[in-house]
């Protein structure tokens, strides 16, 4: 029943409003995406049997000895040892079956162990780290556990060939870790990539093109912008909390402003969850009694590169009155087991109840889609602006034999219909762009008056 209010309320829009500018194409981009880290608590994994157990679905086997976890990575023909930010993360544990759920801090994704066994090539593991080996690994990592080549319209072998051409018979790891960063760049997917820092994504070229591809220009350019549009906020109602990364005010006498500049590192200190959880929740609670009373609300995202997903999900629970399915999530490689349908939790305060009109545009990724699909399909939220950057899940890290090491996507988002956005981005109700989108949504809420 809400999308038919929904439908009803953008074509009464679209009679009474006049002038929407198109929306813009996405392109792929060169800001930094911010990658998902959780807090570093204690391992609750020790009180598992020794023996291996595999992640079902992420190419992941946990070996458990004596209490210790040793995180192995593996794909048909190759065995690296990994990191244990894995297990590191985890924070709760149940047994289920033959196996075990387990489920971290910062993400809301519930992971299978089975038992299982390393194959009879890794069981001396020590893996072989020549440049073939490194291929190998590569190779079946991607096109096991990748998911988007099709929706990316990207041609796995040719890339790998054309890698393969550059790298050559040379076994220094910098010139695969430069032909891989290459291959990644051209790949256009922000939650896939050898360097963070240089990360080439779907995002910011959409501003980069506009401007010759300054980056510097681009970062400013949406500066510039934060501050008209929070400038723009009566005088005396503007406010802000979470370390600055939540502002709110009003920009009418009935409608109100809410802009959300990310969902990581809000609460004072890198890599702290529960900061981060405590700070977004004082700050909302703060913004909904000053503006929560108004009919209309201006929910902006448009430069919320993301973060944590749980943080997503909690500012999402502000706008639901009871538990609601939010949205499908699932492993790529293992789809029927890992499976979920994602609910928001709501809020202990009075949900918002009035017309939400959400601001977007192809900055808007990760965590911040995550939050999007959650309230869009929870309630007749309008989405202005563009579509978003098309960028969900979470980043995993890999290691290849030769020790180079990326971040890749592995899992799939979609609605609760089943439809995926990745690389396409969530579309939008109503097309403005980012510098019109304030404009167009005080026009808006005067055509519902």
């Keep these: 029943m809400k999308n038919f209010y929904k439908i009803i309320i953008i074509i009464l829009l679209m009679i009474g409003i006049g002038g929407f500018t198109s929306s813009k194409d996405r392109r792929s981009s060169e800001v930094r995406d911010k990658k998902v880290v959780a807090t570093r608590t204690s391992s609750v994994l020790s009180g598992l049997p020794n023996g291996f157990w595999e992640v079902e679905g992420y190419g992941l086997v946990l070996e458990v000895d004596s209490g210790t976890t040793t995180v192995w990575q593996v794909t048909d023909s190759t065995c690296v040892k990994g990191d244990d930010d894995f297990v590191i993360d985890i924070r709760d544990s149940t047994a289920v079956g033959d196996g075990y759920v387990v489920t971290q801090d910062a993400v809301v994704t519930k992971y299978h162990l089975v038992p299982t066994k390393l194959p009879l090539t890794h069981k001396d593991k020590a893996p072989v780290t020549n440049l073939c080996a490194s291929l190998t690994a590569l190779d079946e990592t991607f096109t096991t556990y990748y998911p988007f080549f099709t929706a990316r319209s990207f041609d796995w072998k040719d890339a790998l060939a054309n890698l393969e051409a550059k790298v050559g018979s040379d076994d220094n790891p910098k010139v695969f870790r430069s032909a891989l960063t290459s291959l990644t760049a051209k790949l256009g997917d922000g939650h896939t990539f050898v360097d963070e820092e240089n990360n080439n994504s779907a995002r910011s070229n959409a501003f980069l093109n506009r401007l010759d591809n300054d980056i510097e220009e ?58 981060d959880l405590k700070s977004l929740t004082e700050a909302l609670c703060m913004a ?24 997503a999900l909690l500012a999402a629970g502000y706008f639901v009155d009871f538990p609601a399915p939010a949205f499908v999530k699932y492993a790529f490689a293992a789809p029927e087991r890992t499976c979920q349908t994602v609910e928001i939790t709501p809020s202990t305060t009075t949900p918002y109840s009035g017309q939400v009109i959400l601001l977007t545009s192809p900055m808007t990724a990760s965590a911040a889609e995550v939050f999007l699909l959650a309230v869009t399909g929870s309630t007749n939220a309008i989405v202005l602006g563009e579509p978003s950057a098309g960028e969900f899940g979470e980043v995993f890290d890999r290691v290849l034999p030769n020790g180079v090491s990326f971040a890749m996507s592995m899992e799939v988002y979609t609605t609760l219909n089943g439809i995926s956005y990745e690389a396409q981005g969530v579309p939008v109700d109503i097309p403005a762009t980012y510098d019109k989108s304030i404009d167009t949504a005080i026009a808006m809420t005067k055509s519902f008056n």
């Design 218 to 275: 681009a970062e400013a350019m949406i500066d510039r912008e934060l501050r008209v549009t929070r400038k723009r906020l009566k005088p005396g109602s503007r406010k802000s909390g979470a370390g600055g990364y939540v502002v709110w005010g009003k920009l009418t006498s009935d409608v109100g402003y809410l802009g959300i500049d990310s969902f990581e590192e809000i609460g004072g200190e890198q890599d702290d969850v529960t900061g």
């Design 288 to 311: 909904f009694a000053d503006i929560g009373d108004l009919p209309h609300l201006v929910l902006d995202i448009r430069f919320n590169e993301g973060g944590l997903e749980v943080t």
